[in-house]
Nanobody, 124 residues
Framework: QVQLVESGGGLVQAGGSLRLSCAAS????????MGWFRQAPGKERDFVAT????????YYADAVKGRFTISRDNAKNTVYLQMNSLKPEDTAVYYC?????????????????WGQGTQVPVSS
């Protein structure tokens, strides 16, 4: 089992940048595919980005491609989401998630563990 704690959220102006972190407990972090999702008020939880166990493979939602970068540091049990050129439509609660099965995951249903979320309001 793994516990996830996100941090780094907060109010940011459109065009600005923010880096989210997700710290994982346990000694098996490197055996999990990691993902970031987001949920805006009244909407479903949407896929943002995913990264393989080694960090060698990543995949992004079209809405964030070219602006967001997912990375991980297995020595620090942490996954990151660097968000640049933020837009008001990026406003959401951002969640990190861990997937025990092999391979990248693109749906919330493919993930086994979730953090509590961190809010990212983007003002226009």
């Amino acid at each position: 089992q793994v516990q996830l704690v996100e941090s780094g959220g907060g109010l940011v102006q459109a065009g600005g940048s923010l880096r989210l972190s997700c710290a994982a407990s346990g000694r098996t972090f490197s055996t999990y595919t990691m993902g970031w999702f987001r949920q805006a008020p009244g909407k479903e939880r949407d896929f943002v980005a995913t990264i393989s166990r080694s960090g060698g493979s990543t995949y992004y939602a079209d809405a964030v491609k070219g602006r967001f970068t997912i990375s991980r540091d297995n020595a620090k049990n942490t996954v990151y989401l660097q968000m640049n050129s933020l837009k008001p439509e990026d406003t959401a609660v951002y969640y990190c998630a861990a997937r025990a099965a092999y391979g990248l995951g693109y749906s919330p249903y493919e993930y086994d563990y979730w953090g509590q979320g961190t809010q990212v309001p983007v003002s226009s």
